[in-house]
């Protein structure tokens, strides 16, 4: 059927809103009415040439929830009418790493910016006859998806999608990367680097897994007053800031974990967080840059010698159909927040000054929320 949808189609090129025809699905896969779709830096990154793809157009978008419209042949525990969320990492549940438990690194990863469907490497959106690319084979920058089963996780119907959407990437990433990669645990110190749509979960996180201190930073004044609200003791604009401060507050011992979930990483950001990070502590590398960039400095002697850890974090180290119903769990409960995370809901003929407000600091996290007009 033919659909509108934000597409890409030169790097460094505005979104631009056209129509594309999406197929049916096909075998394993299934398609979708989005309720909503958020606005992650990670499609910035599709835009700006820091994220790869084999050609253009790419249909951006990955962090989606909505109602299922249409299910193909052999698909499993999923019906017409069945509420999901549209997980970024496929997880097929057979592969090496997802049957060794770790369903965020799955074997169909590896196609994730291809575009190229699961079921028969084939491409579900076309426009005008020639493929294009499904972000993180989904494509949520439009009303309507087909996706492959691997990506979807059914939810219960008692939950806003409009919020489960946010489950989709930014929650679930922000959340693990303090609770299962970060593993804090009470009485820990933890530092959030970058508090947009991401850092704010880990901040949620850490809350939640016990931290004594969390502290966030960021050169925004209104994501150091919404961190604070959500979790975090301590705000600061700077890591210089933050590295006068925090021997003071942790009687010299720093912070047992520090995560890095600035929009934009760059190599010297390690070295910073590495400065402000405990004697067998870790710095969790959530935020992404440019894949081309290679370069990191940093303190080989402190490294060692105070066993200091690195480590990359994909949607925050834990698998969607483990994380995305047992955060769901949380919102229930009140101990984890949905709502508060949306500064400003768009259209999504309003999407650039979405990503206009993203670069301006101005929202926590924005979203695209579709109606009727829209279907
Ligand atoms: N690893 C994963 O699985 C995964 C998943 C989703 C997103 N990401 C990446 O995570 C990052 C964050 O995404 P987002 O959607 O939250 O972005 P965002 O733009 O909403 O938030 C980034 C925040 O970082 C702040 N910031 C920028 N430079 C800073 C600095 N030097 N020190 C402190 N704060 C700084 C900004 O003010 C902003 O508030 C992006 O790189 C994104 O691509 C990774
Ligand atoms: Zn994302
Ligand atoms: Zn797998």
Not at 106 to 120: M, R
Not at 212 to 219: C, E, L, N, S
Not at 238 to 243: I, K, R
Not at 312 to 324: K, Y
Request: with cysteine; charged share 20%.
């Amino acid at each position: 059927m033919k659909v509108k949808a934000a597409i890409l189609e030169e790097i460094g090129a505005p979104w631009r809103i056209s129509e594309i025809e999406l197929g049916d699905p096909v075998a394993g896969e299934l398609q979708v009415r989005l309720a909503a779709s958020g606005l992650c830096h990670s499609d910035a990154h599709l835009a700006s040439g820091a994220s790869p793809v084999p050609f253009l157009p790419v249909v951006g978008g990955h962090e989606g929830a909505g109602v299922v419209t249409k299910v193909g042949p052999g698909v499993r525990g999923i019906a017409e009418g069945d509420h999901v969320v549209l997980a970024f990492i496929p997880a097929c549940g057979t592969c090496p790493a997802c049957a060794s438990g770790l369903q965020n690194l799955c074997d169909e990863g590896a196609g994730l910016l291809t575009g190229q469907a699961i079921a028969d490497g084939s491409y579900r959106v076309t426009k005008e006859g020639k493929p294009v690319i499904q972000m993180c084979l989904l494509g949520t920058f439009s009303p309507y998806v087909t996706v492959h089963q691997a990506s979807v996780v059914k939810i219960e119907q008692d939950v806003p999608l409009d919020k489960a959407a946010l489950l989709g990437c930014g929650v679930s990433t922000g959340w693990g990367s303090a609770t299962e990669i970060g593993g804090t645990r009470p009485g820990d110190t933890v530092v959030v680097m970058g508090v947009g749509g991401v850092g704010i979960n880990a901040v949620q996180g850490a809350k939640f897994a016990g931290a004594r201190f969390v502290v966030a930073i960021d050169p925004v004044e209104f994501k150091r007053k919404k961190a604070l609200e959500l979790g975090a003791t301590h705000a600061y604009s700077s890591m210089e800031e933050a590295a006068a401060e925090l021997p003071d507050l942790t009687w010299g011992r720093l912070a047992r974990t520090v995560i890095i979930t600035v929009g934009e990483i760059k190599g010297e950001h390690i070295q910073q967080a590495l400065g402000l990070t405990a004697k067998g502590g870790q710095v969790v590398v959530t935020g992404m840059g440019d894949f081309r960039d290679m370069n990191v400095d940093l303190n080989l002697f402190e490294l060692t010698l105070l066993q200091k850890r690195v480590q990359g974090a994909v949607f925050g180290g834990v698998g969607p159909r483990t994380q995305i119903p047992k955060l769901l769990d949380l919102y229930r409960t009140g101990q984890l927040r949905l709502d508060e995370l949306v500064t400003t809901t768009y259209r999504l003929e309003d999407i650039n000054q979405g990503y206009q407000d993203m670069a301006d600091g101005r929202n926590l996290r924005g979203v695209v929320v579709y109606s009727d007009a829209d279907y």
